[in-house]
C-alpha cells in the first residue's frame, strides 16, 4: 500500500480510473494479473467477513457468473480463493465474445487445476441453473461496457435479476452504462445488485438516480493504488468524507461572546407554512451562530418565540406573509426562502433582498420559483450566494425539465459557473456545485429524509455558518454533512419510516460530537 491520502477522494469515470490503473502498472511495475490479484482479494476478504457475520444465511455457497473480459477475470480469482478457504463455489462463464483477455485465460487455468467446477453457456436464451442458496457474484462486464447488452449478455442479466438470489456485483453492476455515455441506459440490460465492490474511488453512476439504485448497497475497497496519481487525475468530481469537512472547521476561542460568531438572519413563512420557518430557525440555532433573527409574518411571531424561544423575532407588518425586509445592516448573512409563499408582495422583497443585500445569501424554496420565474434578476447571483434547489425547482430555475440526472447534473454545474455562485443541488448524493465547474458529492444521508422540511433544516444550517465567517463552499460543505449525519443517527435511532424533519435538528448535536472529536 502506498501513502495515506491527503485529498477529496476524487469521483473517476471509468476512462479515468483506467487511466490511473494504466499509470500505476507502468509506474510501479505491477502486471494487471498482480493488479486484479489484489482486487480479487480484497472482495474474497469482504465476502468472508459477511459469511463469518451470517450476512447470507446458512449453509452459503456461491456461483460467480463471468464474461469473456478483465472481471471475468476478477470473479475467476474469487472462484479460486473462496475455494481456497473452504467455500463452496462454482464458475458459470458466459461465452458472449470468442476473444478473452489474457488475465481470464491465466486464471481460468489456474481455477481448472484446482477443480472448481466451471459451466459454459453459449446458447441465445441465457438460461442459468442456480441452485440451493446460491449467492451470485456478477462478474460479467463491470466497467468493460460501452453500450448495453444484447443477445446472451442480456438474457443472462434478464435470468439472473429474475432469479430471486442475492447479486453481489464487483465493479459495477454488468450493464451498467456511463452516465453521459450516446449509449441510453437500458434497465433490462443491466444487473440490479444487493450490493457492489468498487475500487478505490467511486463512479458517477453509483450517485445518480437513474443508475445508482441498480448497485445496490455499494463500498469501496482499496485494490494499493497510488495516491498520488489518484490526486493528480482528471475527474468528474469529488467525494465529501468527514475528514474532508472537519479540516474546514472554526474553533471556538475560549474568550468569545456571542458577537464574535456572528448574526443569522432567516425571512420564512407564510399563511399555512409556518412550520417551515420554525424547522429553519431552529436548526440555524444548532449551527454554533452568535444569534439568529426570524423575519416571519405578524400571525407567526408567538409561534416563533414558543418554538424557539432563543432566537429574536423580527415582525412583517403583514398578517399572513412577508410584505418587507427588515434594515439588514445588522446581520452577518441571510437567508430567505422557507413556507414563504409566492404573494406578490413577497416576490418584491426578493427582488430587493437580491439587488441590495451585501452579506452572504441563501435562496431556499419559494424564493427559488420566484427567482426562476424573474430570469432577468439572475444577474444579481454573486460568490456570496448559494442556492439549495431540489430537482424540480433546479429545473425550474433552468427553464425546462432535464431528461435524466446526469442531464441535470451537468447543468447545473454550468449554471453555477456561468453566474458565479454555488448551487447545492439536493438528492440521495446531494452535489455542491461550485463557481469553478468542479462539483462535490456528499456521503452522508438517507432515505429517511426524504421528508417535508429537511430542505428547511439544511438552509438554517447553511445559514448559520455563514454568519459566522465560513466561506460559501465550506459553509456548504459543513451544513450539507451536518445534515445528512444528523439524518443517518436519526433513521439508526428512530428508522428510516419513522423519523421527521424536526428528528434531523434534535441529533444535530450528536453529529456536532461525531465530527468535532473523531
Known sequence: MCCIRHFMLPILTNTQIREVERAFMVNSSVTPLELMEQAARQCTDRLLRDIAQGEFGPATTFVVVVGMGNNGGDGLVIA????????????????????????????????????????????????????????????????????????LLRNVIRNLNNSGRSIVSIDLPSGLVEPGSDQPFDPESCIRADRTFTFEVPRPALLLAETGPFAGQWELLPIGLDPELLGASAR????????????????????????TFGHALLIAGSKGMFGAAVLATKACLRSGVGLVSAHVPDKLATTMHLAAPEALCSIDHSPDHVAQLPLLEQFSAVAIGPGLGSHPESSTVVETLLSSVEVPLVLD?????????????FRHLSKNTVLTPHPKEMDRLLSSPSISGFERLERTREFALEHGCIVVLKGAYTAICLMDGNVQFNSTGNAGMAKGGSGDVLTGLLTGFLAQGYTPHHAALIAVHLHGSAGDLAATALGMDAMHAGDLIEYLPQAWKMLREN
Do not use: Y
Open 365 to 377: 424554496a419559494d424564493a427559488l420559483n420566484i427567482l426562476a420565474n424573474n430570469p432577468g434578476w
Open 80 to 151: 479460486r480463493l473462496l475455494t481456497a478457504a473452504g467455500i463452496s463455489v462454482r464458475v458459470i462463464r458466459v461465452l458472449h465474445k470468442e476473444e478473452r483477455s489474457l488475465e481470464h485465460r491465466v486464471n481460468h487455468l489456474e481455477l481448472l487445476k484446482i477443480g472448481v467446477p466451471c459451466v459454459d453457456i453459449a446458447d441465445p436464451l441465457g438460461e442459468v441453473e442456480l441452485f440451493g442458496n446460491e449467492v451470485v457474484i456478477d462478474c460479467l462486464l463491470g466497467t468493460g461496457v460501452s453500450r448495453p447488452p444484447t443477445g
Open 236 to 259: 468528474f468530481g469529488e467525494w465529501v468524507e468527514a475528514t474532508d469537512v472537519r479540516d474546514h472547521l472554526m474553533q471556538r476561542p475560549r474568550f468569545s461572546h456571542k458577537g
